[in-house]
């Protein structure tokens, strides 16, 4: 059921007797200029100014400010037409535009309008307010919200629906004044919130309100229990729904919740909310409001000042509730419209699992799982410890060793093969600056490798010493051929794509050969990145496929474009598409590395996987100033039609870290 708001706007008629005059040229302008003038005022709700015939334009203000103080900051656009003159009347048409919850009432009304001591004027009247209004009507506003559409996953399963709810609280009006404090800080230790705080709320509001401690999801074995909630006197549960994901983690980041307008939302959705209404807060349900949202239904009303309508012009005095009398007469009627539902690519199954496998973790982390053949965004979940940032597709962290496979591809470009032999010593110096390996890089792989081996082991200093065969703008190039730092057009949500600057000193230039420097990703674009080398192919991430139903600017003023999906760090702007596509040609070595990895590197853990055979890389990439510096832990993956990067901050090494997460994931998403 959609909440039902009511404005009412009193109508008393000033009613005026003056002589009526033909209007010849000079007076038709006369009067449409009085007429103009009085048009204005009504457009801006300030008449105090305007030429009122019989009427002190003070007095009309007044008036006019009672009859709008129901609409806030709503304001009519009203504007005068040409002046014509039938036997001896002259008048005027006056056409009204309301937005009344994001729905347009329009209809013209006739003024007369004559001359007053000299000077033309209007008639101020009823009639000239809205359609037939008579005197002591009043202009009654009743709206309601329409079924808000669901969030689909693929094949339309519903992730976003109204599921039942029951709201707990205390009312007040069934409890007496002395319990009411023992009572409130009774329910709220029992449903897990700040006992004196809603002790407060409780205290603060009206002797007959219901003060709402929580909503809980009403669903088998849940606690508290309906017995132990009406257990504290002046306790209730109030039954209802809300549209709700299967479970509060539920790509929480992604999809974002529903709840009461803002004061802030109401302001910027100029008439479209107002106080109470549902709205989205955050993630899809923030950016594709107005989609999914719908469109309010609209009456106007006019029903007399009492309580009753006019008939034939006359009030009832005394209306009897039984008489006709008393039914109001609707003035403008514009049905709901409900909302349309977002359908996304998100598979319930693998997004549930990439949630459930964060569960335990504590830093901010995050799962991007994709479909290689079609770019589908089937999991994008961001852990407990990113507290509902959406770190799986806006987190900007260094990548550390993963980036070795932008390297690789900007190699195999310059003539290189995964045979080619390569130098990984313990350190390398670079213009006084000292890299090394990770802490246990095995001491058999180092002195002269294939860059196969280096990539398997992932050996910082023999990748950069290869920073003399392919320059910064390389590194650039075959970044974008994999899907970073370029606009991702099909995606419909935001996101950052990646950061790979251009150019670089020699000292940043080597750091980017191991993903550091300035050299930034998110978990989505490593998804992206290790989604074309499975491909054979550039990957361009989806996940809204209707963006392009309903509106999509949003009351909260959120970015709402669904082709604009690269939100980028100051340091770089993207690029719209991809100079050069990765081809099947290229993406082979890459492929046979990233199996080499399991087979012969340091992942060898993903052998267990059933399936298809899992090709991997992991990184680690060093941050801030501690000593031992803190550290990004990554791993991506890619087993059968399937892509996904684990990522956690603050996570020691992406192998030990990372790598048991992809496991899981991989693992029970085979089965």
């Not at 129901?70 to 039938?86: I, M, R």
């Not at 002797?207 to 209730?236: C, H, K, M, N, S």
């Not at 990145?529 to 990957?539: H, P």
Request: charged share 15%; hydrophobic share 40%.
């Amino acid at each position: 059921m959609g909440n039902m708001r009511t404005a009412s706007f009193v109508l008393s008629a000033v009613l005026l007797g003056a002589v009526l005059t033909s209007c010849d040229d000079g007076s038709k302008a006369a009067a449409e200029a009085a007429a103009k003038d009085l048009s204005s005022g009504l457009s801006s709700l300030d008449v105090s100014h305007a030429a009122l015939a019989g009427t002190e334009a003070s007095a009309a203000q007044s008036q006019l400010k009672g009859i709008v103080a129901g609409l806030g900051d709503v304001k009519p656009t009203v504007t005068s037409g040409q002046a014509t003159t039938s036997n001896g009347t002259t008048t005027v048409p006056f056409d009204f535009s309301w937005e009344l919850s994001g729905r347009e009432w329009k209809y013209t009304t006739t003024a007369e309008v004559d001359q007053s001591g000299g000077h033309w004027a209007v008639k101020w009247s009823p009639g000239l307010l809205a359609p037939g209004l008579q005197a002591g009507e009043v202009l009654e506003l009743k709206t309601t919200a329409p079924p808000r559409g669901d969030i689909l996953g693929a094949n339309d399963a519903q992730l976003v629906t109204e599921r039942p709810v029951k709201r707990v609280g205390i009312d007040k009006a069934k409890t007496p004044a002395s319990q009411l404090d023992s009572s409130a800080r009774a329910l709220a230790s029992l449903v897990g919130i700040d006992p004196a705080e809603y002790a407060k709320q409780v205290a603060a509001s009206g002797p007959q309100a219901f003060v709402q401690a929580i909503v809980l999801r009403d669903v088998p074995g849940r606690t508290p229990t309906d017995e132990q909630i009406a257990a504290v006197p002046g306790a209730f549960a109030l039954g209802g729904t809300l549209p709700l994901a299967p479970t509060r983690e539920f790509a929480r980041a992604v999809l974002g919740t529903v709840g009461d307008a803002t004061a802030e939302q109401i302001q910027k959705s100029k008439g479209e909310l107002n106080a109470g209404d549902q709205t989205g807060q955050g993630g899809l349900e923030a950016q594709y409001d107005d989609q999914l949202r719908g469109k309010d239904g609209v009456t106007v009303l006019a029903v007399n000042q009492n309580g009753a309508s006019s008939q034939g012009g006359q009030a009832s005095a005394s209306p009897s509730p039984s008489s006709s009398a008393v039914q109001p007469r609707a003035l403008f009627t514009a049905p709901a419209q409900a909302g349309t539902p977002l359908r996304t690519t998100l598979d319930p199954k693998l997004q549930q699992l990439a949630d459930d496998t964060l569960a335990s973790v504590g830093p901010a982390s995050a799962i991007v799982a994709i479909r290689p053949s079609d770019g589908s965004v089937l999991a994008a979940a961001s852990g407990p410890g990113s507290n509902g940032y959406n770190t799986a597709m806006l987190g900007q962290y260094a990548p550390g060793s993963i980036f070795k496979t932008v390297d690789s591809l900007a190699l195999f470009r310059q003539g290189a093969t995964p045979d080619l032999k390569v130098q990984c010593t313990p350190t390398l110096t670079v213009d006084g600056k000292n890299f090394q390996n990770a802490t246990g890089y095995p001491e058999d792989h180092l002195g002269t490798i294939t860059l196969e081996d280096a990539y398997a082991h992932s050996c910082n200093t023999a990748f950069i010493s290869q920073r003399d065969k392919v320059s910064q703008a390389q590194l650039e190039s075959a970044a974008t051929s994999l899907g970073l730092a370029i606009d991702a057009p099909q995606l419909g949500a935001d996101a950052f794509m990646g950061s790979v600057p251009a150019t670089a000193g020699t000292t940043e230039h080597a750091a980017s050969m191991i993903g550091q420097g300035q050299i930034l990703m998110s978990p989505l674009s490593a998804a992206v990145m290790a989604a074309s080398v499975q491909k054979g192919g550039l990957v361009s991430p989806r996940l809204v496929l209707n963006a392009g139903e309903g509106e999509q600017a949003t009351s909260a003023g959120a970015p709402a474009s669904a082709t604009t999906s690269a939100i980028q760090s100051a340091s770089a702007s993207p690029a719209q598409a991809a100079a050069k596509p990765i081809t099947p040609a290229e993406a082979a070595p890459l492929q046979q590395m990233m199996r080499a990895v399991v087979t012969s590197g340091h992942a060898g853990f993903l052998l267990s996987v059933p399936g298809a055979p899992v090709g991997a890389k992991t990184g680690t990439a060093e941050f801030g100033s501690d000593n031992p510096p803190k550290t990004h832990a990554w791993i991506i993956g890619i087993h059968g039609d399937l892509a996904v990067a684990v990522f956690v901050d603050e996570g020691g090494l992406g192998a030990t870290i990372s790598g048991p997460l992809l496991t899981n994931f991989l693992t029970k998403a085979s089965q």
